[in-house]
C-alpha cells in the first residue's frame, strides 16, 4: 500500500470516530438525578430561562450536552439570580478543570428548578 493511500485511510478513519461527537445534541436531564460533571467544556444561556452545559460527567469519559431549564414565577422566585449563580460556578469549574465538580439537578419540590453545587475535588490517592 502507497504511503498517501495510508495516509488518507488514517485521516478518514479519524474523520469518522470524530464526528458523532462533533454532532453532539442536548439531553433534557431527568428530575432528581444528580448530574456531577468532572469537567465543564461549554457553558451557554441559549434563551433567557435555559443554559446549555456541555462537560463530561463523573464516571464517563465522553462529553455530553445537557439543557437545563429555569422556571421562573416573579412573585416567589427570579430565576435570573439563580442561573447567574450557575454560571459563576460553572465559569470557575472551566478555569480550574479536574479541581472542582459541578453539580446540577432539577429538583421537583421547587417546582423543576435546577439546584447547582460546586464541590473542590479531593486528592485522589496514588495507586
Known amino acids: 500500500m502507497s504511503p498517501s493511500r495510508v495516509l488518507r485511510n488514517l485521516v478518514l478513519s479519524t474523520a469518522a ?3 458523532p461527537s462533533t454532532l453532539a445534541w442536548s439531553e433534557t436531564p431527568q428530575v ?3 448530574y456531577v460533571f468532572e469537567t465543564v467544556d461549554s457553558y ?22 445537557f439543557e437545563f431549564e429555569f422556571y421562573s414565577n ?3 422566585y427570579d430565576a435570573s439570580q439563580h442561573g447567574s449563580r450557575c454560571d459563576r460556578m460553572a465559569l ?3 478555569t480550574r478543570p479536574g479541581r ?3 453539580e446540577l439537578k432539577v429538583q421537583r419540590w421547587i417546582g423543576g428548578q435546577p439546584s447547582c ?9 496514588a495507586p
Open 17 to 19: 470516530a470524530l464526528l
Open 92 to 94: 470557575l469549574a472551566m
Open 117 to 125: 453545587r460546586l464541590t473542590r475535588r479531593t486528592a485522589q490517592p
Open 32 to 34: 432528581d438525578v444528580p
Open 44 to 65: 451557554a444561556i441559549t434563551e433567557a430561562n435555559v443554559i446549555e452545559i456541555r462537560g463530561v460527567l463523573q464516571g464517563e469519559s465522553a462529553p455530553r450536552t
Open 100 to 102: 472542582y465538580l459541578l
Open 74 to 76: 416573579p412573585a416567589y
